[in-house]
């Protein structure tokens, strides 16, 4: 890998399919082996919000939309790498903003 370079583009819109309190819809897109994801701040907000700032559940969106990126699809939506990857990024950064550590 050293010499190699890596780019991504993030793209943050304010909403995707409307969020209501039941459902909060897709956090974003990505196209498997494409350097871009899409992520919706109004969704993530719906589902993540209540439990930090913005800026934990946009990681924990990043890590499951990069499963994406490197070719894992969904598939059943509970027992997926893509999922899988999300959950343990979101246990990981709800530790840290529980014992004060803050994503800068």
């Known amino acids: 890998m050293y010499g190699k370079s890596f780019s991504l583009t993030l793209t943050l819109q304010q909403v995707g399919k409307k969020p209501t309190k039941r459902n909060c819809k897709g956090l974003g897109k ?49 027992d997926d790498v893509a999922e899988k990857i999300g959950w343990i990024a979101y246990g990981i950064l709800v ?8 994503v800068k």
């Open 30 to 78: 990505t196209c498997p082996f494409t350097d871009s994801i899409t992520s919706y701040y109004d969704n993530i907000q719906c589902d993540m919000g209540a439990d930090f700032p913005f800026e934990y559940g946009y990681a924990v969106h990043i890590c499951h939309e990069m499963m994406h990126n490197i070719g894992y699809c969904h598939t059943n939506h509970v």
């Open 95 to 102: 530790d840290w903003y529980r014992k004060g550590i803050r």
